[in-house]
């Protein structure tokens, strides 16, 4: 039966047990009254009549007297209600008739009237005794009206209290179980079933919940499996992979790390996993400088010998939170190996040209004294193109010589303290003969109280010479080129070229530095090696200062840099 039905049914009980005690109630009251009625109907009047006639026989007897007498005695013939009462009252009626024919004689009426009297008296005695016989009965009626009521009270008192007790544990007790078998399954227990052996709602909700329950466990079960299954896959191409890979989680616990990354740290992974990460790295160089460092390059003695890895960082995050990341070591040994010796190359190729190249341009000047001899036009045309080339060549050189020098770190750097002024009047004198071919204008701006800078001469004015070049080449003729120097903020000196060529695209400025770019569609004066740019940037950086570029297509390019004052 539904809980609805188990409802219904209990509260029309309880109501029919409340109308059967009125309706008992109701029927022994009505009881009551008809004994109380028929007490007063049968009996009260009938003493009422007698009652009259016995007075009108204590008067005179008179006309008056027996009207009244004869009236009564007819009410009470009709008023018969108790055994013997009729013959009685037939009796009373004899009397009567001869008591009015003794009017004229006083004894015989008085005589009369005493046995009136006594017929009176006994039958006022029949309904005197029959009245106390009804106010038994109905006392009776009262007393067992009084048992009945009490007991189906009782009966309904017992039922209501039972459904007082029971019935909100009938409802709550099963709420109670699913709200703790609910919070058992949001702790992920899934085993946790519900027991309703009852066939109602209740055992509805219990099967619909333990199939809940099922498809959960089974999901979750299938889901840890996958998760497990893609663990170990991941795992297994962690260990697989030839770089080093650590991972440490947003609390700084080494969650991971492969046997490359064990073998470089040195510690075996059941030292590393687990544990908190800067604790090891204490009594550890190697993973100190891990995690602290910033350096993007390493060089790392493991395996015997030295090798060089670089350090690649990458944060992990879960909806925008971080919750870790993976170190990873790329062992860049044997590029850097091929490097080293493409540097090696380069330099020892730059410093053997150096010597035919000097040699090339002393016979270049001993063809253009004329005291080895004259040389008609062209063939001053011819040396004249040959000393350009010279130059261009021994420029080149120059620059892969310098390049070679800071790839190697073998730069050095002559610190001094020189106002800018000087920098800039070597490099506009060394770039006049360029600029007076090309028709080209500098000007200058550099006030005279600007403090000294802290730098090495030679290469700030190697940068500068090379800014100011590509700015001549890269404008048209009789145009003008901005050489501007000023102080920023309190502790550095800001240069700036600017010329007002065709400028550069905005996609090529952030390769602008980078070794060996080339801006597409330059033509062949206009581009060199494609190192000096990279080489101003490595000169300025070795010095503490830093080095820019902006630029508008049709409007020009604005090359700055500065440098720390001091």
């Not at 029919?16 to 009260?44: H, P, R, T, V, W």
């Not at 910033?294 to 790392?300: G, S, V, Y």
């Not at 695209?505 to 980078?514: M, N, P, V």
Request: aromatic share 8%; with cysteine.
């Amino acid at each position: 039966m539904s809980i609805k039905n188990k409802l219904r049914a209990g509260i029309s009980f309880l109501f029919l047990l409340a109308l059967l005690c009125s309706g008992l109630a109701a029927y022994y009251l009505q009881q009551l009254s008809n004994d109380s009625k028929a007490i007063l109907k049968d009996n009260y009047n009938t003493l009422n009549y007698l009652k009259n006639i016995s007075s009108e026989l204590d008067a005179p007897l008179t006309p008056a007297s027996l009207k009244v007498i004869s009236t009564n005695l007819t009410a009470q013939e009709h008023n018969i209600t108790e055994p013997g009462e009729k013959q009685l009252t037939s009796s009373l009626r004899s009397l009567y008739n001869s008591y009015q024919l003794s009017a004229n004689n006083p004894v015989q009426a008085a005589q009369l009237a005493v046995k009136m009297r006594n017929t009176i008296n006994t039958i006022m005695t029949i309904n005197m005794d029959a009245i106390r016989l009804k106010d038994a009965k109905a006392s009776d009626t009262a007393k067992h009206a009084l048992i009945i009521i009490a007991l189906i009270g009782s009966f309904c008192f017992l039922i209501s209290f039972s459904f007082m007790v029971n019935f909100p544990g009938y409802i709550a007790t099963p709420i109670r179980e699913l709200t703790q078998s609910i919070l058992q399954i949001a702790n992920k227990n899934y085993s946790k079933r519900l027991v309703f052996n009852s066939k109602d709602e209740y055992g509805e909700l219990a099967d619909a919940f333990n199939q809940m329950a099922k498809k959960l466990s089974e999901y979750e079960t299938s889901n840890l499996a996958n998760v497990l299954f893609e663990k170990r896959r991941i795992e297994t191409i962690i260990n697989s992979m030839h770089d080093a890979l650590i991972g440490v989680d947003d609390k700084q616990t080494i969650i991971f790390a492969n046997d490359v990354a064990c073998n470089l740290i040195g510690l075996p992974k059941d030292k590393l996993i687990n544990e908190f990460a800067p604790h090891i790295a204490e009594e550890n160089d190697l993973l100190r400088n891990i995690l602290v460092t910033d350096n993007r390059k390493m060089k790392i003695f493991a395996d015997g010998q030295e090798s060089y890895f670089t350090k690649e960082v990458l944060d992990v995050t879960n909806d925008a939170r971080f919750i870790g990341k993976v170190i990873i070591l790329k062992n860049i040994t044997e590029f850097q190996q091929l490097d080293e010796a493409k540097t090696n190359f380069i330099a020892t190729i730059s410093h053997e040209l150096k010597t035919p190249i000097s040699s090339i341009k002393m016979s270049l000047k001993l063809l253009e004294d004329d005291r080895v001899g004259q040389v008609n036009t062209e063939q001053r045309s011819l040396l004249e193109n040959i000393e350009d080339d010279t130059r261009r060549l021994l420029h080149i050189t120059g620059e892969l010589l310098d390049m070679g020098q800071l790839e190697t770190g073998k730069i050095q750097l002559n610190f001094g303290s020189t106002h800018p002024q000087n920098i800039v009047d070597y490099a506009v004198k060394a770039v006049k003969f360029i600029a007076d071919q090309r028709h080209v204008t500098i000007k200058v701006k550099c006030d005279a109280t600007l403090p000294n800078v802290r730098a090495d001469l030679d290469k700030s004015t190697w940068v500068l010479i090379n800014l100011l070049s590509n700015a001549i080449k890269y404008s048209r003729e009789n145009a003008e080129v901005d050489l501007t120097v000023e102080k920023h903020k309190k502790d550095s000196i800001y240069f700036s070229v600017t010329d007002h060529g065709q400028g550069i695209e905005h996609k090529y400025l952030s390769r602008i530095f980078d070794r060996y770019f080339k801006i597409p569609g330059a033509t062949t004066e206009q581009t060199g090696t494609g190192l000096g740019l990279a080489i101003a940037k490595d000169f300025i950086e070795a010095q503490a200062g830093k080095i820019s570029v902006e630029s508008e297509m049709g409007e020009g390019s604005k090359f700055c840099f500065w440098l720390p004052i001091g």
